[in-house]
């Protein structure tokens, strides 16, 4: 009875439990009296009050915290995000290395690659011409087909300008991709690949595919026809190889820009679209033609000048990405639009026109081709 009513009050803070008493038997509950006292001891010594907690398990967090996520969910723009779970690393600076050093390998393969193509380009011309004149001729002595569909293709063809020829394969790129999200066995690789987050696993890669990624048929409608209708002045400011090394780098360098802010404001979520490249153009053309007119397409009797138009754009994105807008990537815009600013102003002098190592490398290369060695003269 003693060991019954000792049970019952309990000792320490932990909660008592009274031994079993089988069959009115105070000999056999005494018995066990000891085993229970080591139990008892044993629990106190590990935690002096009640049980041992336990561990709370850390759980990977998803696009974005509290109403950021949300504000991704509701926009039309980007892939739903319910069963999307992303990783934000614990060291939010290191995630920027890989991105940083990827940006400036890209962006530097694209401008010797374009100085490459230019000079290959250069040298067939001759080639072509001749070429082209001894086609005339035949097709001057051939006779015509009525009805034919390559004809009337080449017809559309060389009625384009060299712009809209340019972007002709982009405009190809961006439908195949935004065809691809309609596929439901892809989604899963096209948020890893084609939507650019800092808080996914893959970083570099979806810095230049999802530039050619849209969601939304509007979104994809939208930015093409910009493109389009920009295409032949960036294209005569510029020409063919620079403006597909701008237009390429414009678009890792405005993701790497979406990066630093994401990471410097702790909003973490997938961003696509051709935009911040877009934006590229748009400020190209109007730094470059300041004094041009712009109109909107539903609004085509309001003019105003492509240099106020600039300055309403940045003004827009630097507002939405200080007050945390979500429709949009306000930081991916402003970057592509200050990398046109600044390409404009100084980068061409920087970039574009110190290429002739390259080329002169390039063309011994060509020229004198792989020496041989081991044999005799």
């Known amino acids: 009875m003693a060991l019954r009513g000792w049970a019952q009050r309990g000792w320490g803070c932990g909660q008592a439990w009274a031994p079993p008493v089988v069959g009115g038997c105070p000999e056999l509950s005494a018995a066990r009296a ?25 759980e990977p967090r998803r696009s974005d915290t509290g109403s950021s996520g949300e504000a991704y969910k509701r926009s039309a723009l980007i892939p739903p995000l319910e069963e999307t779970v992303f990783y934000p690393s614990p060291y939010p600076i290191r995630t920027l290395v890989k991105p940083f050093f990827f940006t400036i390998g890209f962006t530097g393969c694209a401008f010797g690659s374009a100085a ?39 017809k559309w063809w060389n009625s384009l300008s060299d712009g809209q020829r340019t972007v002709t394969g982009i405009i190809a790129a961006n439908t195949l991709v935004f065809c691809l999200w309609r596929v439901p066995s892809l989604n899963r690789t096209m948020m890893r690949y084609f939507t650019s987050n800092p808080a996914s696993k893959v970083l570099c890669s979806p810095m230049l595919l999802s530039t050619f990624s849209h969601f939304s048929l509007f979104h994809m409608a939208a930015n093409m026809y910009v493109l389009w209708s920009f295409s032949s002045s960036i294209v005569n400011i510029l020409g063919q190889e620079q403006f597909v090394a701008v237009y390429l780098s414009a678009g890792v360098i405005s993701n790497f820009v979406s990066y630093v802010c994401k990471v410097a404001t702790g909003r973490y979520g997938p961003s696509l679209g051709a935009s911040g490249a877009i934006m590229t153009v748009l400020a190209a053309v109007c730094t470059k033609i300041p004094e041009g007119r712009l109109a909107i ?29 979500k429709f949009f990537d306000h930081a991916a815009h402003l970057g592509g639009a200050l990398f046109g600013i600044w390409y404009i102003t100084y980068g061409h002098e920087l970039i574009w026109k110190n290429r002739e190592p390259l080329v002169k490398i390039w063309h011994e290369i060509r020229t004198n081709g792989p020496k041989k060695g081991g044999g005799s003269k």
Request: charged share 25%; proline share 4%; aromatic share 12%.
């Open 116 to 154: 490459i193509w230019q000079y290959e380009s250069l040298k067939s011309r001759v080639q072509s011409y001749f070429d082209g004149i001894k086609a005339d001729w035949l097709d001057s002595i051939r006779p015509q087909k009525e009805g034919d569909l390559r004809k009337e293709i080449n």
């Open 34 to 58: 000891p085993r229970l006292l080591g139990r008892r001891l044993n629990l106190f010594l590990q935690q002096k009050c009640g049980f041992r907690k336990a561990p709370r398990k850390v």
């Open 297 to 325: 397409i539903f609004l085509p009797v309001f003019t105003f000048t492509a240099g106020n138009a600039l300055k309403a754009i940045i003004a827009m994105d630097t507002a939405g990405m200080i007050l945390g807008w």
